[in-house]
Every structure is written in structure tokens, then in C-alpha cells.
């Protein structure tokens, strides 16, 4: 009996599903699933086309733009690579130029050092040079004194008056006081003792009154003040120098730049000087000076 109302309520309620009542059927269109069904699925699969198609699109444009930039990627690492290598070669260029400098200039230093020891070697033989010349010289002029001696040897009474001195068949007086006499002042007193101022005309006479001046001189004076007359001047014409004879002036012991005619230096003096070659200077006759007087042997 439970069965029976059981069934029977099943019945209804599946009546009741597979057929509404008239009321809701009434004037209204019947929708089925097959009408609907067919369009869906076509819509659907056009968008899945078209969103495929755009994929498709979007990996071609991304493929090409990953193929331009590893293409530009590649230009650019090339390029790169080849910089590189020229920085490369630039250093290893520098690196070689950097040695050969290094090599130059230790050249350089050692060449500088033998030019060194050159001009040192030059300047040692210039040194021995000047030694030697300054020796000859010496000797030469105690040569000359020793020859000026022979005269008197051989002429044997034949002498000079007391202080005064044989040189070269002469004899010579130096005045030693420190009275000074202006150049025609010392000539006069030459005159009075049977002399006239010296005339220096030989290289023997001008050694000898060399080292005879030089022994003399008076070291609290001047090299100026500390002169001899001697009889030369240029007062006839400028620059020619005539011994008191008249004779032209032959052979001269001027000093460097000597004569040079300063305010009117028309007299001749020989001075104290380590280089007898070098005695003489010319100065104005009104200066007051010492002197030399010369006369034959007695």
C-alpha cells in the first residue's frame, strides 16, 4: 500500500515536469535545443580563429623582432670584437714603443756620459797644453837671460854703471824709486845720464825687462800705476808707432785689445804681466809712470 502511493507520487511529479500546465504554453514561442545548439558553436569557433590568427600574428611580429635584434646583436658584438682587437694591437703597439724609448734613452744616458768623459778628457789636454806653453815659455826666457849674459863674457871689461843692467849688448836702468814722471819727463832724465827711454825691439830685451819688471812692482799699487815708459809713440800719425830713431815698430808685445787709443793714448809702457807676450799697453803720455832708460855698453 506504501508502494502503491509511492509510485503514484512519482507519476505526478514526473507529469507534472514533462507537461506544464496550459496557462504557461499559452501565445509563447517553443525553444528547443536544437535550435540553438548549431549557431553557438559557430560563433565560438570564429572567435577561436581569430584569437589563434592574432597569436599567429603576434609570434611572427616577435619571431622578426627577435630576429632584427640578434641581427643587430650580432653587428653590434662584431663590432665590438673588433674594437677589441684594435685596442689590443694599440696596446701591444704602445707597449713596444714604450720599450723602444726605454731602450733609446739608456742609449742616450750612456752616449751623454761618454761625451762627458770626452769634454772632461778635452779639457785635461787644453789644461796640459796651457802648462806646457806657460813652461816653454819659461824657458825660453831663462834661455834669453843666459844668452844676454854672453855679451859681457865675452867683451870682458865692457860693463854698465852701477844699477844698471847688461841685457843684449845694452845696458838698462829701471827706476825702482816712487818718483813718476810723466813720458817726455822720464826722457829728459834719461837724456841727463846719457841714455834715452829703452827700445824694446828684440824678444830678448822684452824677457828679460819682463822678469825684471815683475820683481820690482809694488804690490800696493794698481797694475796701471806699476808701468815702464819705454821710447815708442804714434804722436806723428795714429796708429803708426816709431821708436825714437825714427824705425818703424816691427815686432810689439801689446796685450789683448791693446792699442786701442783711449782718450788719446799716443805713449807705450811695458807692464808687470805673467805672459810677457803680452806687456805692452798704450796710454797718455801726461800719465806718471816709471820708466826705462837704455844706453851702450862703456
Not at 570564429?46 to 643587430?72: K, S
Not at 825660453?140 to 854672453?150: A, E, N, P, Y
Amino acid at each position: 500500500m506504501e508502494e502503491s502511493a509511492y509510485n503514484k507520487l512519482i507519476l505526478q511529479e514526473d507529469s507534472s515536469v514533462d507537461e506544464p500546465p496550459d496557462y504557461l504554453n499559452h501565445d509563447k514561442p517553443q525553444v528547443t535545443f536544437s535550435m540553438v545548439r548549431p549557431t553557438y558553436i559557430w560563433t565560438s569557433q570564429r572567435v577561436l580563429e581569430i584569437t589563434l590568427a592574432g597569436l599567429a600574428a603576434l609570434l611572427l611580429a616577435v619571431d622578426i623582432g627577435l630576429g632584427v635584434y640578434y641581427n643587430n646583436l650580432t653587428d653590434e658584438s662584431r663590432a665590438v670584437m673588433s674594437i677589441s682587437r684594435e685596442v689590443a694591437a694599440l696596446n701591444a703597439a704602445y707597449d713596444a714603443a714604450a720599450t723602444n724609448q726605454a731602450e733609446a734613452q739608456m742609449r742616450l744616458r750612456q752616449e751623454n756620459i761618454k761625451q762627458q768623459v770626452i769634454r772632461w778628457h778635452i779639457e785635461h789636454q787644453v789644461k796640459r797644453n796651457v802648462d806646457y806653453k806657460y813652461m816653454a815659455n819659461n824657458l825660453h826666457r831663462d834661455i834669453t837671460i843666459l844668452k844676454s849674459h854672453v855679451p859681457a863674457l865675452r867683451e870682458g871689461c865692457r860693463h854698465c854703471l852701477p844699477r844698471w843692467i847688461l841685457i843684449d849688448s845694452a845696458c838698462f836702468f829701471l827706476s825702482l824709486s816712487e818718483t813718476r814722471r810723466q813720458w817726455q819727463e822720464a826722457r829728459e832724465f834719461c837724456k841727463k845720464h846719457d841714455s834715452d827711454l829703452a827700445v824694446v825691439d828684440s824678444l830678448e830685451k822684452q824677457l828679460k825687462l819682463n822678469q825684471l819688471i815683475n820683481l820690482h812692482q809694488d804690490p800696493s799699487r794698481t797694475s796701471a800705476q806699476n808701468g815702464f815708459w819705454i821710447g815708442l809713440r804714434d804722436v806723428d800719425s795714429e796708429g803708426v808707432w816709431k821708436w825714437l830713431d825714427g824705425s818703424k815698430l816691427n815686432q810689439g808685445f801689446w796685450n789683448d785689445g791693446e792699442p786701442n787709443d783711449v782718450g788719446g793714448e799716443d805713449c807705450a809702457a811695458t807692464y808687470p804681466r805673467t805672459n810677457p807676450f803680452k806687456g805692452w799697453n798704450d796710454a797718455p803720455c801726461s800719465y806718471r809712470l816709471k820708466w826705462i832708460c837704455e844706453m851702450s855698453v862703456a
